[in-house]
């Protein structure tokens, strides 16, 4: 039996790494893979690659719906809130662009992910 020692090494990772900078690790890969796809730009068609990030990104923000509305959650109730609101506004936004591909309309997502990911961090978000 072979091991893929990448995926090894992404498994432990994944065991250590704290609850919040998990989070982060996560929105800034999703926020890396739109890019990727964004410098990488093959037409306003939807590829292989665009659609994996699309899908990348829509599991992520489905991890976090789920975790926000479970009622033991420890953020306050309002803030809760208003990144629910913003996930909607990122699954909207995946939709859209599924059905009709711009390089430019990655831009919001690419920014809410690595400001999110900053603001888990405790780091100054960027404008």
Known sequence: ???????????????????????????????ALLKHCQDNWKGDILDDNLRDALVYNQKVWS????ELVRPDHPLPLSLRQDILRLSLFIDQ?????MASPSPEKLNVIIQINQNLAAGLRGLPQSS
């Open 63 to 66: 991890i976090f719906q789920g």
């Open 93 to 97: 936004r995946i939709l859209d662009i």
């Open 1 to 31: 039996m072979s091991t893929n020692p990448i995926k090894a090494y992404e498994n432990v990772e994944r065991a250590t790494i704290p609850g919040r900078e998990l989070e982060a690790s996560v929105l800034i890969r999703a926020a």
